[in-house]
């Protein structure tokens, strides 16, 4: 529950970024984004240490923290930057591309290009950055239907409950009840002549 609560709340900042990513973005918008990444994280992070380190005895424990910190503060950190840095690069050079289609060599003269290449700059790092959020937006609904299906350790199949309490016992319930009725006759009868 709590690692798909915190991916809900991951996925709900980068779709409200995804959004509301545009020149005139102000810092009064970025409340709710920051407070749902802010939310996600913490959760993702207790959750996923919880469910790494469970069930560990002290000396496991203290060699899978060891790596489980590398790879948290080192690998994935300079994996995922380079990889989210050249994926960056890459959108914003050919969304420069694109948008030098429509200026007309005879309509914008090199003085007029020279003084809006700040605005051409920072349309093509927020196409760039909306490319990003849509991939990651993407990714992150299979991640999220992998999390709702997956039962992490727990008790499957928890549903049966709310069958017995709206129709009295389930089909399950009845027939592991006859099963162990039949169970204990057989042994009653078998240890009947041994006495």
Same mark, same amino acid.
């Given at each position: 529950?709590?690692?798909?609560?915190?991916?809900?709340?991951?996925?709900?900042?980068?779709?409200?970024?995804?959004?509301?990513?545009?020149?005139?973005?102000?810092?009064?918008?970025?409340?709710?984004?920051?407070?749902?990444?802010?939310?996600?994280?913490?959760?993702?992070?207790?959750?996923?240490?919880?469910?790494?380190?469970?069930?560990?005895?002290?000396?496991?424990?203290?060699? @899978?923290?060891?790596? $489980? *910190?590398?790879?948290?503060?080192?690998?994935?950190? +300079?994996?995922?930057?380079?990889? %989210?840095?050249? #994926?960056?690069?890459?959108?914003?050079?050919?969304?420069?591309?694109?948008?030098?289609?429509?200026?007309?060599?005879?309509?914008?003269?090199?003085?007029?290009?020279?003084?809006?290449?700040?605005?051409?700059?920072?349309?093509?790092?927020?196409?760039?950055?909306?490319?990003?959020?849509?991939?990651?937006?993407? @990714?992150?609904?299979? $991640? *999220?239907?992998?999390?709702?299906?997956?039962?992490? +350790?727990?008790?499957?199949?928890? %549903?049966?409950? #709310?069958?017995?309490?709206?129709?009295?016992?389930?089909?399950?319930?009845?027939?592991?009840?006859?099963?162990?009725?039949?169970?204990?006759?057989?042994?009653?009868?078998?240890?009947?002549?041994?006495?």
């Amino acid at each position: 529950m709590y690692i798909f609560s915190g991916f809900a709340g991951m996925m709900g900042y980068a779709i409200i970024m995804y959004f509301s990513m545009v020149l005139e973005f102000s810092y009064d918008n970025w409340y709710l984004p920051m407070f749902l990444k802010g939310y996600g994280m913490c959760s993702l992070f207790i959750s996923v240490w919880f469910y790494t380190l469970d069930k560990l005895e002290m000396d496991e424990m203290l060699a @899978a923290i060891g790596l $489980v *910190l590398v790879w948290r503060t080192f690998l994935a950190v +300079g994996i995922f930057s380079t990889l %989210y840095s050249w #994926f960056q690069y890459r959108f914003q050079v050919t969304a420069i591309g694109d948008l030098a289609v429509y200026m007309d060599g005879m309509t914008v003269s090199p003085q007029n290009v020279a003084a809006n290449m700040k605005a051409i700059q920072l349309n093509a790092v927020i196409i760039a950055t909306k490319k990003i959020f849509g991939y990651i937006i993407l @990714a992150g609904f299979g $991640v *999220l239907f992998y999390v709702a299906t997956h039962h992490f +350790g727990a008790k499957r199949f928890q %549903y049966f409950r #709310f069958v017995r309490v709206l129709g009295g016992k389930s089909v399950i319930a009845r027939r592991r009840l006859r099963e162990r009725k039949k169970l204990l006759e057989e042994i009653k009868d078998a240890a009947g002549p041994a006495v």
